[in-house]
């Protein structure tokens, strides 16, 4: 469960990006949609405690995410958009940070490293992989341990037909086990029949639409919803 | 009759020369503004040794004078490679990626790299003829001319031994090829021009080789997340980095030693007080240095945010970050004066807590994190060259500044922060513009 209470961020201090009076998110698959630059992965950033609101607080599970950092972030997985890794780390590096971190095992990091078929190049520092690569390896630190809270922001792009099947069995599986998936996309059909609740980004303001909402054709519902805002 | 246009001919040469007059424009001329920094240092250093002439009149007859003095050519060598190496970087930017695709050969593009980096030693070549003028004319000494013209071959076997080759012969070619003319005799110069072909010969091309990781297993050892980022960080930094933000603390250091050294009657007291003095100066130096080159090498790796560790424990990794490499100061010190060496060792946790905390701001900087951890060590090295005891003080204001740069990391906005300064890479001086 996640939850924001008047949250307030700007990337200037003058022009707000976002702004959030009461958002919560429950359990099940919640779909992030608008158009670009609507602030969609700014709601995400802030969402998985990458930005910290100018106003507000952020929750995750009952514990805010900047007074209790690390209990907040402890079951809290999030693949951006961009790779953003450091390019003077190997994938190993990445991944056993993020598996001490969030006590996983060793032969964790092999196996997610093994799903992603990044085994082979475990070795490679971040900036001799392909933008492909970079983004396995980042889907590949949310393979580890448990994570009940997972925020992915276009998780299906530039991967191959491979990864997108593993991207959205795994996410179908996270949402079956009772976890809360927040995901931002603009390729809407694969996750349609699974969405919980949609939440449409406008110009910084968000809008909560229900999955009961979307009516019987859910994929056309949610192309509409993404049309109307932007 | 119809008349055909014929294509002019390209020849290896006039590749040579194109890729040479490129190098020359891109990297080698720029480099030559960097090579202030390396000229800047050299006459500091000989500007500061206490008989500044007669080192320079030693200097200058070691390395033309009759005399078999191997020093100051080895001492010129390594002034020399300095130029180039700074160099290198900047003339080789792009030779590993597109430059590969033209239409020129390994040993063509291996040559015009040579060449640029014996542009980039144009002090050394004008440094010469001042040499045999100074000798000659001023300290009315014989010059020995197969030292002379063995210090023209040094430049080419500088720039062979410093640019990086597929080959790694090549570069333990030009090395012995260097060794010789460092002795200066007609035999060993004679020695230096063979093996200065014979590296030529073997068509060797420029860049460096990935080395197969044939030993190692597919997963590294286990680290704890510490050890990752400090490695990540460190690996960011580069050991030339390091090496280049010690330059100025390494020369303020030296003072310490001058003074001892040079003047035996002088009290342990006034030793003590130039001890903390210098030590207390390089800190600083030491602190914005390290700070500046974490902050321009370093991505701030935004997603890290995410995970579930705090503020201040990143904070804190990026304190021991800065202030492992600053041990040297006080170690260098120890044997100047043990007791004022500790006392500047109780300045570093502040300094590098202080170098972590001010890259949290850095992004709003035009002095980056320098300003700030240069403002803040000079205050607290005035204070233990006043008294010894506020070393302590600084000791016990340490958590503090670390929790200052852990509030600083909360509110920092990550996301653009690598828009604004990391995606201009090919500009490695950012904290430099108007």
């Not at chain 2, 060496?341 to 949290?360: E, F, K, N, T």
Request: proline share 5%; aromatic share 6%.
């Amino acid at each position: 469960m996640i939850a924001l209470r008047d949250v307030e961020f700007s990337y200037d201090g003058v022009r707000p990006a976002l702004v959030v009076p009461s958002l919560d998110i429950a359990p099940g698959l919640t779909m992030v949609v608008g158009a670009n630059g609507s602030g969609k992965s700014t709601l995400l950033r802030i969402t998985a405690g990458v930005e910290r609101p100018r106003k507000g607080t952020v929750s995750v599970d009952g514990r805010d995410l900047w007074r209790d950092e690390v209990a907040a972030r402890s079951s809290l997985a999030f693949v951006p958009e961009h790779p953003e890794l450091t390019p003077y780390a190997s994938i190993a590096d990445v991944l056993q940070l993020v598996a001490r971190l969030r006590g996983a095992t060793y032969e964790d990091v092999a196996n997610s490293l093994d799903r992603v078929g990044l085994l082979e190049v475990a070795w490679h520092t971040v900036r001799e992989l392909s933008m492909g690569q970079r983004r396995r390896a980042l889907f590949a630190t949310a393979l580890l341990g448990d994570p009940r809270t997972v925020i992915l922001d276009e998780p299906l792009e530039t991967m191959d037909l491979g990864m997108r099947d593993l991207i959205t069995a795994w996410t179908r599986a996270r949402r079956a086990s009772g976890a809360t998936v927040v995901l931002a996309t603009h390729d809407l059909e694969p996750f349609a029949e699974d969405v919980d609740s949609v939440i449409v980004v406008r110009e910084g303001n968000v809008r909560v639409v229900a999955a009961s909402d979307l009516g019987a054709s859910r994929l056309v519902s949610l192309e509409k919803l993404a049309a109307s805002s932007s | 009759m119809t008349s055909v246009a014929v294509e002019p001919e390209i020849t290896p040469r006039d590749r040579f020369v194109a890729l040479t007059k490129f190098h020359w424009a891109a990297g080698a001329r720029v480099a030559l503004r960097a090579n202030a920094m390396v000229l800047g240092t050299v006459i500091f250093v000989f500007g500061s040794a206490p008989e500044a002439l007669a080192t320079l009149r030693n200097f200058l007859l070691g390395i033309v004078g009759v005399g078999n003095r191997s020093g100051p050519r080895m001492l010129l060598a390594a002034i020399a490679a300095g130029f180039a190496w700074t160099a290198v970087r900047r003339v080789l930017l792009g030779a590993n990626g597109w430059m590969r695709a033209l239409p020129i050969g390994g040993r063509a593009a291996w040559r015009a790299g040579v060449a640029a980096l014996c542009m980039a030693q144009i002090a050394v070549a004008s440094f010469i003829p001042l040499c045999v003028l100074m000798a000659g004319l001023v300290y009315r000494r014989p010059v020995d001319w197969a030292r002379v013209a063995s210090l023209f071959l040094m430049i080419p076997a500088v720039a062979a031994t410093v640019l990086p080759s597929r080959r790694i012969y090549t570069r333990a070619i030009a090395a012995i090829a260097l060794a010789m003319t460092i002795i200066g005799s007609w035999w060993t110069l004679l020695g230096c021009v063979a093996f200065l072909l014979f590296a030529d010969a073997l068509s060797p091309s420029i860049g460096s080789v990935r080395r197969a990781n044939a030993g190692r297993s597919a997963m590294p050892r286990r680290s704890s997340p510490t050890a990752i980022w400090m490695r990540a960080s460190w690996r960011a930094m580069r050991f030339e980095g390091i090496a280049a933000a010690s330059a100025l603390p390494i020369i303020l250091g030296s003072y310490a030693h001058f003074i001892a050294r040079n003047n035996p009657g002088i009290e342990s007291s006034t030793v003590a007080t130039v001890t903390r003095v210098t030590g207390a100066l390089a800190v600083a130096a030491f602190t914005a240095a390290l700070a500046n080159t974490l902050l321009r090498t370093r991505q701030p790796w935004p997603w890290a945010r995410s995970l579930p560790w705090s503020c201040a424990r990143r904070v804190t990794i990026d304190a021991f970050v800065l202030g492992i490499p600053m041990i040297l100061i006080p170690l260098g010190l120890w044997h100047v004066s043990g007791t004022s060496a500790l006392i500047v060792a109780g300045l570093l946790p502040l300094g590098a807590a202080s170098g972590a905390a001010a890259l949290r701001l850095a992004n709003r900087r035009q002095t980056g994190a320098a300003g700030e951890t240069t403002a803040v060590m000079l205050v607290a090295g005035a204070a233990i060259v006043v008294s010894p005891w506020f070393a302590l003080v600084s000791l016990a204001a340490t958590p503090f500044v670390l929790q200052l740069g852990a509030h600083r990391e909360r509110d920092e906005i990550a996301t653009r922060w690598s828009e604004l300064h990391h995606d201009a890479s090919g500009d490695p001086g950012w904290l430099g513009r108007a």
